[in-house]
């Protein structure tokens, strides 16, 4: 990209595609101080119809199909609410991490379930499974007390691939800043109102404690990027 080249910094590249988005929805993307759901503004920067996965079903009597799409296990993974908590409860001894989730939710999802026919009401049986390697996941984090890991296992049509942390965003008052954390584990600040154009060291991703990775300079964490 023209960031990753220097061609540009972070600010003129977020402003490209603001007023991009701007133009092509600009109710859910409004300039001035209106603000928008980063969770909307994620999904629809790296949304790929593609990677989202899916469950096919046949009816036993009739032979009708029927497709169920499974957007809530993509872009965007969900680790609040009170299946969260209880989850996390269960793990007595030690912390329940970002890879327990995803293994869970994503066990969840292949689990079969009795669908009746739309057309005849009778049990259709699960024929296929299919879900894309997505090339970016994030972790909605609020309210989740979820340990972070450097290292993700996606597992996509029974074959493992190894992601990254790639960021983290922090939200406070309806403004948002983000630690890049780079290949060595190294951390990066970047808030477009302190470091302006530059991004500024902030210490090492395997060093900084679990309460300081959800928190920093006031600002909480909301979302987990990996790559």
Not at 13 to 24: A, E, S, W, Y
Request: charged share 25%; glycine share 6%.
């Amino acid at each position: 990209s023209s960031i990753q080249n220097g061609n540009i910094d972070l600010e003129d590249g977020r402003d490209c595609i603001r007023q991009k988005l701007h133009h092509k929805n600009p109710t859910d993307f409004p300039y001035g101080q209106e603000g928008t759901d980063i969770l909307l503004l994620f999904r629809e920067l790296i949304q790929n119809p593609s990677s989202v996965p899916s469950k096919t079903y046949q009816c036993q009597m009739c032979g009708a199909q029927q497709k169920d799409v499974l957007t809530y296990l993509y872009p965007i993974i969900y680790c609040h609410g009170q299946q969260c908590g209880k989850f996390v409860k269960k793990f007595s001894r030690k912390r329940a991490t970002i890879q327990d989730w995803y293994d869970k939710v994503h066990k969840t999802s292949k689990a079969s379930r009795a669908k009746h026919c739309n057309q005849c009401n009778q049990l259709m049986d699960e024929i296929t499974f299919d879900q894309a390697q997505p090339n970016t996941l994030a972790f909605c984090l609020s309210d989740t007390k979820l340990q972070l890991k450097e290292k993700l296992t996606a597992t996509c049509n029974k074959k493992a691939h190894n992601m990254k942390l790639i960021g983290i965003v922090y939200y406070s008052s309806y403004h948002f800043a983000i630690r890049f954390i780079g290949k060595d584990g190294s951390m990066w600040f970047h808030d477009g109102q302190v470091t302006k154009r530059t991004c500024e060291m902030d210490g090492d991703f395997k060093s900084t404690s679990h309460a300081d990775l959800y928190e920093t300079r006031r600002m909480k964490a909301c979302l987990a990027l990996y790559m």
